[in-house]
């Protein structure tokens, strides 16, 4: 299911302030990474778990990798038109 990724940009359009949710529907509730176990030396985990309604999410990479990482995917997103699609799919 994964986190839900909402974002906002800043006056010169880049992207600013991202935050993670919980993707339960209905449940809404913002969400923080915590450092999970290391899947190997060199791999961290975030945790991502919500105190609402217990969804846990771990994924790959420490939280600023993660954060890196979801940024890079958004502004690749909004340069194609996977985004029309992505939004068409709901
Ligand atoms: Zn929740």
């Known amino acids: 299911m994964g986190v ?3 974002w906002r940009y800043d006056y010169t359009g880049q992207i600013n302030g991202l935050h993670s949710f919980c993707p339960v529907a ?3 509730m913002q969400i923080y990474g915590v450092f ?3 899947r190997g030396p060199y791999q961290p ?3 991502y778990v919500c105190d609402r309604c217990g969804h ?3 994924v790959v990479g420490s939280q600023e990798q993660i954060e890196d990482r979801v940024t890079r995917e958004i502004q690749r997103l909004l340069r ?3 985004w029309q699609h992505a939004l068409a799919g709901r």
């Open 4 to 6: 839900l990724w909402r």
């Open 26 to 28: 209905n449940c809404d």
């Open 36 to 38: 999970g176990p290391y």
């Open 45 to 47: 985990t975030t945790e």
């Open 56 to 58: 846990r999410e771990t």
């Open 80 to 82: 194609t038109e996977t």
